[in-house]
């Protein structure tokens, strides 16, 4: 237990049909597969990238978008919010709001509900299943609750928020910052994530960042191949970047 802190397959996809709707002021989210969307980033979550899972059973959305016309007007045509799952302590953004609007359930790792105080939260320790396909993971590292989903569909999706983001060559690693609060802890996330799936179960990653190097592909495949060449010795000794 931590304490408590403060602090290319799929390029040319075509646009899901609701990212017609909006104003000029603001982009629509865009297509990473055909159920999954992906939102322009988001200044108040410091330039975070949220998706959304769109499910029968209830829409699934990661982290906040900009809390604007165009995103709330294309979450009541995608069908509302049925769970809003914070990856981690800077993808908070306007959650107070989503909620209030789509009355949702928020899912956060325990070490941060204490984050959004007054509202309905649940909250999980090592794991969580939200659906038989859809299942939260604590990655710590980065923050202390810092927390990934995994979708088995499509092959196996891993929404990594800022446990794992894209280098400039689009690469999945982790990134240690002044801020990140537990690096070897970090680094021990991504071994469980290598346990704990297979090349079979683990085809892609939706970072929660960084999407600006994926050039154009909005994922990144062979998602379990590029964390098994890492050399995490190597990067057990890096030091921050900024």
Same mark, same amino acid.
């Given at each position: ?16 049909? &609701? ?6 002021? !603001? ?9 999954? @969307? ?8 410091? $330039? ?9 059973? $209830? ?18 045509? !995608? ?9 981690? /302590? *800077? ?28 509202? /309905? ?9 939200? !659906?038989?396909?859809?299942? =939260? ?33 689009? *690469?999945?690693?982790?990134? /240690? ?10 680094? /021990?996330?991504?071994? @469980?994530? &290598? ?13 929660? =960042?960084?999407? $600006?190097?994926? +050039?154009?592909? +909005?994922?990144?495949?062979? =998602?379990?191949?590029? @964390? =098994? ?14």
């Amino acid at each position: 237990m931590y304490p408590h802190s403060p602090d290319s397959s799929n390029v040319g996809l075509p646009l899901h049909p &609701l990212t017609q709707q909006g104003s000029h002021s !603001s982009k629509p989210p865009r297509a990473v597969l055909d159920d999954i @969307l992906a939102f322009p980033p988001n200044r108040d979550t410091l $330039g975070g990238t949220s998706y959304l899972i769109v499910r029968n059973e $209830g829409n699934i959305l990661l982290d906040c978008p900009a809390w604007d016309e165009v995103n709330q007007q294309f979450l009541q045509a !995608s069908g509302g919010v049925r769970w809003l799952f914070i990856t981690h /302590r *800077e993808g908070i953004g306007k959650t107070k709001e989503i909620q209030s609007t789509f009355d949702c359930e928020i899912l956060i790792q325990e070490q941060e509900a204490y984050l959004l105080p007054g509202l /309905r939260v649940t909250k999980f320790q090592q794991e969580f299943s939200i !659906s038989p396909d859809q299942k =939260a993971i604590w990655t710590p590292g980065h923050s202390p609750g810092s927390s990934c989903l995994y979708n088995s569909t499509h092959g196996g999706i891993l929404f990594s928020g800022r446990h794992l983001l894209p280098n400039q060559l689009g *690469e999945p690693i982790p990134l /240690r910052t002044a801020k990140t609060f537990h690096w070897s802890r970090q680094i /021990r996330s991504i071994q @469980l994530i &290598l346990a704990h799936f297979t090349p079979e179960t683990l085809h892609y990653i939706c970072p929660g =960042a960084n999407s $600006g190097f994926l +050039r154009g592909k +909005r994922i990144i495949d062979q =998602a379990y191949q590029s @964390l =098994a060449s890492l050399d995490l010795a190597a990067l057990l000794q890096t030091k921050p970047r900024f």
